[in-house]
Nanobody, 125 residues
Framework: QVQLVESGGELVQAGGSLRLSCAAS????????MGWFRQAPGLEREFVAA???????YYRDSVKGRFTISRDSAKNTVYLQMNGLNPEDTAVYYC???????????????????WGQGTQVTVSS
């Protein structure tokens, strides 16, 4: 069974940085598309970033230039480096994985079968 465990979320001031990690187990990591999503209270889960098996990356517009997704296949871990955080980035951040994500659906949370438990990111103003 695929397991995803996120870490790195915490309270940070506006303008600060955080790096989230997602450790994957029981998965052929190098063949999977890995994604980060977030969900704020009362809102739907939304796409943040994704990285495909070939290293290509994708971002939602509001985080481009501030967030960077990367993967370390030796450690079966995907990272989300977040810089220039603002209060609108406050949410629970989820790691997701799937082997069969097609490019046109990479931003759709329904395209991912495996999810972590989430890590809270809170940005104070």
């Amino acid at each position: 069974q695929v397991q995803l465990v996120e870490s790195g979320g915490e309270l940070v001031q506006a303008g600060g940085s955080l790096r989230l990690s997602c450790a994957a187990s029981n998965v052929a990591f190098s063949r999977y598309t890995m994604g980060w999503f977030r969900q704020a209270p009362g809102l739907e889960r939304e796409f943040v970033a994704a990285i495909r098996y070939n290293g290509y990356t994708y971002y939602r517009d509001s985080v481009k230039g501030r967030f960077t997704i990367s993967r370390d296949s030796a450690k079966n871990t995907v990272y989300l480096q977040m810089n220039g955080l603002n209060p609108e980035d406050t949410a629970v951040y989820y790691c997701a994985a799937d082997r069969g994500v097609i490019l046109s659906s990479i931003r759709n949370p329904n395209s991912y079968d495996h999810w972590g438990q989430g890590t809270q990111v809170t940005v104070s103003s």
